[in-house]
């Protein structure tokens, strides 16, 4: 389906990336009246797991960046499934949940995770504005540098 958001993302010159499939023993998203809850995704692109390591040590900053922008757009094609393929639907995102791989005493974990959060705001507009927890870890899943959950809302 081709709508305002699917237009807004041909504008960013941006192409969502396949909703990948869970790894483990869970959902990649579960609808709840009108929220979609979405697993923590990380950065994959095509099957390829991207920036590994730790934000602080084996990445810079804008790395990480890009990083949280990239389970961002995974975010948004989990979302696009979860609505049928409408991203119109999506009234709004309520929240994002970053993880930031990074040594003790690393503390730009809410600048790393605004590569997500200003992809939703780019996408979504006023909508894409959320509440939001930004942490560090000293591991991810899969050595990567970055993952983010979300929960949106249906309209």
């Known amino acids: 389906m081709s709508g305002r958001i699917e237009a807004r993302l041909k504008e960013l010159g941006i192409d969502l990336p396949n909703a990948a499939a869970p ?3 869970y959902v990649p998203y579960v609808v709840s009246g009108k929220l979609i809850f979405v697993s923590g995704q990380i950065p994959v692109l ?3 797991i991207k920036f590994k390591g730790k934000v602080g040590v084996d990445l810079t900053v804008e790395q990480g960046q890009e ?3 990239l389970c961002a757009l995974n975010l948004i094609a989990q979302a696009k499934a979860a609505a049928g393929g409408d991203l119109d639907r999506i009234a709004r995102v309520v929240k994002l949940g970053g993880f930031v791989a990074c040594q003790p005493d690393f503390g730009d974990q809410p600048e790393v995770i605004n590569g997500a959060s200003n ?3 780019d996408v979504f507009g006023d909508a894409g504005r959320h509440a939001r927890f930004a942490v560090g ?3 991810l899943p899969r050595n990567v540098a970055t993952e983010v959950e979300a ?3 249906l309209a």
């Open 23 to 25: 790894a483990a023993n």
């Open 46 to 48: 095509n099957g390829d």
């Open 67 to 69: 990083s949280a922008r």
């Open 119 to 121: 992809l939703m705001v």
């Open 137 to 139: 870890a000293n591991v």
């Open 151 to 153: 929960v949106f809302e």
